[in-house]
């Protein structure tokens, strides 16, 4: 049973960080892709970053740059996400996916982060 399970999210002042944090579990983890997407009410889901399957190369949304670090362990079957700077801009319900090359893609049910003095 493929299990994606996101953990970490709460409720942060402006300037503050948090790490979310994406526990994998029946499949291959080191053969996927993973991503982090996010989606606020009334808008659609926006992918955040991503990191190839060895984590030799991530991608950032141009809003995250210098801010948002993805990473994986693949030994531990976990993808991260530490964020830094946080924004009100930045609250949203975040999403883990992992991607088998586009043919086999997995979400997990969220987890909410909320920016807010």
């Known amino acids: 049973q493929v299990q994606l399970v996101e953990s970490g999210g709460g409720l942060v002042q402006p300037g503050g960080s948090l790490r979310l944090s994406c526990a994998a579990s029946?499949?291959?983890?080191?053969?996927?892709?993973m991503y982090w997407y996010r989606q606020s009410p009334g808008k659609e889901r926006e992918l955040v970053a991503g990191?190839?399957?060895?984590?030799?190369?991530?991608n950032y949304e141009d809003s995250v740059k210098g801010r948002f670090t993805i990473s994986r362990d693949n030994a531990k079957n976990t993808v991260y996400l530490q964020m830094n700077s946080l924004k009100p801009e930045d609250t949203a319900v975040y999403y883990c996916?992992?991607?088998?090359?586009?043919?086999?893609?997995?979400w997990g049910q969220g987890t909410q982060v909320t920016v807010s003095s």
């Open positions: 996916n992992a991607n088998y090359w586009d043919v086999l893609i997995y």
């Open positions: 029946g499949f291959t983890f080191s053969d996927y892709r």
């Open positions: 990191i190839t399957n060895t984590g030799g190369s991530t």
